[in-house]
């Protein structure tokens, strides 16, 4: 498995614990896919916990001045985010 | 004031009993219907399984902004030093915050977490609430307002003792421990108390209660 495969599959099994979205619908999420605002699930407590456990799981550090909203907008946005981050 | 003690007997007189220390704020509500689908499984092997409020929360009668961790910790003791024959502490998550002052046989932490990974995600909560609403906020000015003045975080009240304490609190070394996460290596189970929406974990819930067991056994308390 390639790196980003990796943070790809990481970053679905997350939001499937925190979203409750069940392995079927994280599979199913493409780049295009709407979070913040298209999900019910996706309120601000799991947007912020969402990136506590993007941390610890990623091994990274979100410094939240550099989150803007867009990066919540998608699934692809937060996965771009998220491979620019472990790539530092 | 007395706080509420969820106690579930075994059938017969109890081999020892299982104090289960629950993870802190929204997390416990998240967690505890599995948690007590645990405690039933365990009275259900012979042990006595409690689970207490802590002081502003769950059916408390304090405030939350009254409570801080030293208090949480000191009342925990106190329902430790309650409870008759060995007792084994099982704490989940920020739990293992508090259960240190517990005099106990045997400790069992599940993913434990440290006190400035649960104020980060509360703080951000906040400001993403915050932004939403369409109000200028950000970590640091919390954080700077958290010395002088209590914090709304999450629909959590949190005084400027309790905010310092979860800044810097980690869980305290006991003896014996086992400390153990989910996933492989672990157990087999889904992590509730982060979950948006509540849901229960019967696999999770009969896993817990084996792994206490197995680990009360191995310290001889049976």
């Given at each position: 498995?390639?790196?980003?495969?990796?943070?790809?599959?990481?970053?679905r099994?997350l939001l499937?614990?925190i979203?409750g979205?069940?392995?079927e619908?994280?599979a199913?999420?493409?780049e295009d896919?709407?979070?913040?605002?298209?999900?019910?699930?996706f309120?601000?407590?799991?947007v912020a916990?969402?990136?506590?456990?993007?941390?610890?799981?990623l091994?990274?550090l979100?410094?939240?001045?550099?989150?803007e909203?867009?990066?919540?907008?998608?699934?692809?946005n937060l996965?771009a985010?998220?491979r620019?981050k472990v790539?530092? | 004031m007395?706080?509420?003690l969820?106690?579930i007997?075994p059938?017969?007189?109890p081999?020892?009993?299982?104090l289960?220390?629950?993870p802190?704020?929204?997390?416990?509500n998240?967690?505890?219907?599995?948690?007590?689908?645990?405690?039933?499984a365990?009275?259900?092997?012979?042990?006595a399984?409690?689970?207490?409020?802590?002081?502003?929360?769950?059916?408390s009668?304090?405030t939350?902004?009254?409570?801080?961790?030293?208090?949480?910790?000191?009342?925990?003791?106190?329902?430790a030093?309650?409870?008759?024959?060995p007792?084994?502490v099982?704490s989940?998550?920020?739990?293992?915050?508090?259960?240190h002052?517990?005099?106990?046989?045997a400790w069992?932490r599940?993913?434990?977490?440290?006190?400035?990974?649960?104020l980060?995600?509360?703080?951000?909560?906040?400001?993403?609430?915050?932004?939403?609403?369409?109000?200028?906020s950000s970590?640091?000015?919390?954080?700077?307002a958290?010395?002088?003045?209590?914090?709304?975080?999450?629909?959590?009240?949190?005084?400027?003792?309790?905010?310092?304490?979860l800044?810097?609190a980690?869980?305290?070394?006991?003896?014996?421990?086992?400390?153990?996460a989910?996933?492989?290596?672990?157990?087999?189970?889904?992590?509730?108390?982060?979950?948006?929406e509540?849901?229960e974990?019967?696999?999770?819930?009969?896993?817990i209660?084996?792994?206490?067991?197995a680990?009360?056994?191995?310290?001889?308390?049976?």
């Amino acid at each position: 498995m390639t790196e980003p495969d990796t943070i790809d599959a990481a970053l679905r099994a997350l939001l499937a614990d925190i979203l409750g979205l069940g392995e079927e619908r994280a599979a199913a999420l493409t780049e295009d896919s709407g979070l913040f605002g298209e999900l019910p699930e996706f309120d601000s407590m799991a947007v912020a916990t969402v990136l506590t456990e993007m941390e610890d799981r990623l091994g990274i550090l979100i410094d939240d001045d550099e989150v803007e909203g867009e990066i919540f907008e998608t699934y692809g946005n937060l996965l771009a985010f998220s491979r620019s981050k472990v790539a530092g | 004031m007395a706080e509420q003690l969820l106690h579930i007997a075994p059938p017969g007189p109890p081999r020892a009993s299982v104090l289960v220390v629950p993870p802190l704020f929204e997390e416990a509500n998240r967690s505890r219907r599995t948690l007590v689908l645990a405690m039933r499984a365990l009275a259900a092997q012979g042990f006595a399984a409690l689970l207490p409020d802590l002081p502003g929360q769950n059916e408390s009668l304090a405030t939350l902004e009254s409570a801080d961790l030293a208090q949480w910790q000191a009342a925990l003791a106190d329902v430790a030093a309650g409870i008759g024959g060995p007792l084994i502490v099982a704490s989940v998550r920020g739990g293992a915050l508090i259960d240190h002052r517990a005099k106990a046989a045997a400790w069992w932490r599940l993913a434990p977490v440290g006190g400035a990974s649960l104020l980060r995600t509360l703080l951000r909560a906040r400001v993403a609430a915050d932004r939403e609403a369409g109000r200028d906020s950000s970590i640091e000015r919390l954080q700077e307002a958290a010395q002088s003045e209590a914090l709304l975080l999450a629909g959590n009240r949190l005084s400027p003792a309790m905010l310092a304490e979860l800044g810097s609190a980690e869980a305290q070394p006991v003896e014996p421990l086992r400390s153990v996460a989910l996933g492989a290596g672990g157990l087999a189970g889904t992590p509730l108390w982060l979950r948006a929406e509540p849901d229960e974990d019967a696999v999770l819930a009969a896993a817990i209660a084996a792994d206490i067991i197995a680990w009360s056994e191995q310290c001889g308390v049976t």
